[in-house]
């Protein structure tokens, strides 16, 4: 029949088209390789806000105009998802952004999967959050998990040094440790069962946070959940990208271009990346 055909046409454009997926840094590389390995047919556009860097002291409005700014260069480039991979930005801007965006894509925040997930698997039980001061003050984790009504207690700490520390690839080694067990050790965090990395830069550190707790906490990263979502949305959708022989060419921008955020971009997406220099202001 004629008519079927048009159809079928726009729907295996649309699902060529790439994920988009922002970050103040690097940090959401965590989460693009997540995605990547999930969805290994998934073209990839990036945008590290490496000149605003970092995001989690800045304040809301600031982070919401970053973000619009982004997202225009990923509706330019066609996106047909845009995963805002930092908690900062989720915090700050996710409304604001999917009113911006409206129907040219769907967005996905890194805080609605885990949210889910602590709502299944820890009701009624005592769970720790660490982030950047802009995640922990805006309480939005606190108010989606009580939104839920599942019992789930869920207990904050901001924990600035960390970003920072991550960056500088200063971690793995005895002074790290210290600054983590010093952050863990606070009262806030007593008693839980598990732990939220709230923050797409602290996979990197998620096994010294595991070595902390021994076995007696859960440490939880989004970037798994925030991948299977993704893929989640895409299959409902009929926008799961087309099998095909050759890998994706995905893309990585940065605001602001170093050598050092080249080189530490490997130890975050693990393997070689190409970062292309894109002033978001000129
Ligand atoms: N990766 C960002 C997040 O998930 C934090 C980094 C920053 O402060 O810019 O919150």
Not at 78 to 83: A, D, G, T
Not at 92 to 99: N, P, Q
Not at 181 to 187: R, V
Not at 253 to 275: A, G, K, M
């Amino acid at each position: 029949m004629t008519t079927a055909a048009p159809t079928l046409a726009v729907s295996v454009a649309l699902a060529a088209r790439p994920i988009g997926m922002f970050d103040s840094g690097i940090g959401g590389l965590t989460v693009a390789r997540a995605v990547a390995q999930r969805l290994p047919h998934e073209r990839i556009v990036y945008f590290g806000d490496t000149a605003h860097l970092p995001y989690g002291d800045k304040s809301t409005a600031a982070i919401q105009a970053y973000s619009i700014k982004i997202c225009d260069l990923l509706l330019r480039q066609h996106c047909k998802l845009i995963v805002i991979a930092c908690n900062s930005a989720s915090a700050a801007a996710y409304e604001l952004v999917r009113e911006y965006v409206g129907s040219k894509a769907q967005v996905l925040s890194v805080i609605d999967p885990i949210v889910a997930h602590l709502g299944q698997a820890y009701a009624g039980r005592r769970v720790g959050l660490i982030g950047t001061k802009q995640t922990v003050n805006s309480n939005v984790y606190k108010k989606k998990v009580d939104d839920l009504d599942a019992g789930v207690d869920l207990q904050s700490l901001a924990t600035p040094l960390l970003v920072p520390m991550i960056e500088e690839g200063f971690f793995r080694n005895s002074i790290s440790d210290d600054i983590i067990g010093t952050y863990l050790g606070n009262p806030a965090l007593a008693d839980i069962d598990a732990l939220v990395l709230a923050c797409t830069h602290y996979p990197l550190i998620k096994e010294q946070i595991a070595r902390f707790y021994a076995g007696r906490v859960d440490v939880l990263d989004a970037s798994d959940v925030v991948a299977a979502a993704a893929e989640s949305y895409l299959a409902a959708h009929g926008l799961l990208a087309p099998a095909s022989a050759t890998p994706p060419a995905h893309h990585f921008y940065v605001s602001d271009f170093t050598r050092s955020f080249e080189e530490s971009t490997r130890i975050f997406f693990e393997q070689e990346v190409h970062l292309e220099h894109y002033p978001l202001w000129e």
